[in-house]
């Protein structure tokens, strides 16, 4: 068998978005500056995915800038709201400890330069609430980031509320919805955001092509330089493909994304109860509130990278933490932000199912999972002392 049950890392594209940009490679290559009808073309339908996509979020067209992708729009947003926030002396941020790290690495380069940084704590459900938000909010604060769903445990955030909060404190709130839209109902509008950043490939459109939405009067400041595209916002050539296939992608997930969901839920609390069979092993993030295909489970006793090798021999495509930092030694900020100790985080596995996954495929993985965490404590030396009582076991529940 072969399973991809890696969605949180990418997804495979669908056709409607390929077959969307195939024109825009092939016939209507021409740059959308130029002034000749092929330039012409291109500019059009750059301007006609605009509007497709700002539909799609509850926006204006005005309001959509192109970006190479999800970091970047984070990058640009942060960026955005730090300087606006330096003009008026404003140098405070409120964020999660669990983000992106295209979010927290622009944070800490900002903290290098004197900006004041709060990273508030997900608490053992990985959820960041309203409240948590309002209680850090000082007459400094010039921008709140939370993201709207994790990327490593799916959980998903009040974004409405926290959004509401800001609203009436005056300040600047922004989402990294990178993992929600396309999923789960995203409206800039009803949600009350004034900056979002979303990526194709995380709803089967392409690689190196996201959306920096920016609400109306707020200022964008350009982190590339260049030409007078997207408004001067963001300079370089439009990759009018990929924006095709972003547009496309963002159409047909929205489309599809009820009867998705109708069926992702179920299978992935089948999953959710397969894996909870296993002894030693506990749930990372909130049971409820999560993105229809994410499960993120820890195992003691278990080193993730061999999970993950021994997975793939049977076929099953999953990540341990996330897959920027698989290749570090270091445990997953994330996991350990939720409180799991340093051991237990290293064991973790993360398992994001797309719709396309069966019934028997999620019996299959399960049975797999299960097979593959007791070999690997067969041959473990740690974890025969943990069974002989000279190590004490972290997850407490005694199973039988
Ligand atoms: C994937 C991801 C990003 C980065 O997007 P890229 O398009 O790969 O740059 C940012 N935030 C979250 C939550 C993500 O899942």
């Not at 299960?370 to 076991?393: C, M, N």
Request: charged share 20%; proline share 4%; glycine share 10%.
């Amino acid at each position: 068998m072969n399973i991809y049950a890696d969605n949180g890392a990418t997804t495979k594209m669908s056709q409607r978005a390929i077959d969307a940009m195939i024109p825009y490679m092939a016939e209507f290559f021409g740059n959308p500056s130029s002034l000749y009808s092929i330039g012409q073309k291109a500019k059009e339908a750059l301007e006609d995915a605009r509007e497709r996509v700002a539909k799609c979020l509850g926006c204006t067209p005005a309001e959509i800038t192109f970006t190479g992708g999800g970091s970047e729009a984070d990058n640009q947003a942060i960026v955005s709201a730090a300087m606006a926030g330096a003009r008026k002396g404003k140098m405070h941020i409120i964020s999660s400890a669990f983000e992106h790290h295209a979010v927290l690495h622009t944070l800490k380069k900002l903290a290098g330069e004197g900006y004041d940084v709060t990273l508030l704590d997900p608490g053992e459900r990985g959820i960041v609430t309203a409240e948590q938000v309002k209680a850090a909010i000082t007459p400094d604060t010039c921008l709140v980031t939370i993201m709207f769903a994790n990327n490593e445990i799916g959980t998903i955030m009040p974004i409405k509320e926290i959004g509401a909060v800001c609203r009436e404190a005056g300040v600047t709130f922004h989402t990294d919805a990178v993992q929600a839209v396309g999923h789960i109902p995203v409206n800039v509008k009803e949600q009350n955001i004034d900056m979002l950043s979303l990526a194709a490939h995380k709803f089967h459109g392409p690689k190196g092509c996201g959306v920096l939405y920016v609400k109306k009067g707020l200022p964008i400041y350009n982190i590339i330089e260049g030409g007078a595209q997207e408004r001067g916002k963001r300079g370089g050539t439009e990759n009018v493909a990929a924006i095709m296939g972003l547009a496309a992608a963002l159409e047909e997930s929205c489309e599809n994304m009820q009867a998705d969901c109708e069926k992702l839920v179920p299978l992935r609390d089948r999953l959710i109860e397969g894996l909870s069979k296993i002894p030693y092993s506990i749930l990372n993030g909130d049971a409820v509130n999560r993105l229809p295909g994410n499960v993120n489970y820890c195992f003691e006793g278990i080193e993730g990278e061999s999970l993950l090798l021994l997975l793939d021999d049977k076929g099953i495509c999953a990540s341990s933490g996330s897959a920027c930092t698989s290749g570090s030694l270091d445990p997953s900020h994330v996991l350990l932000s939720i409180g799991r100790p340093h051991e237990l985080a290293h064991g973790s596995l993360r398992l994001t199912i797309g719709a396309d996954i069966t019934e028997e495929e999620v019996d299959y993985i399960i049975k797999s999972v299960t097979e593959v965490v007791a070999y690997l404590r067969s041959i473990s030396p740690f974890w025969h002392d943990l069974e002989s009582g000279k190590r004490q076991h972290m997850i407490k529940e005694f199973w039988r």
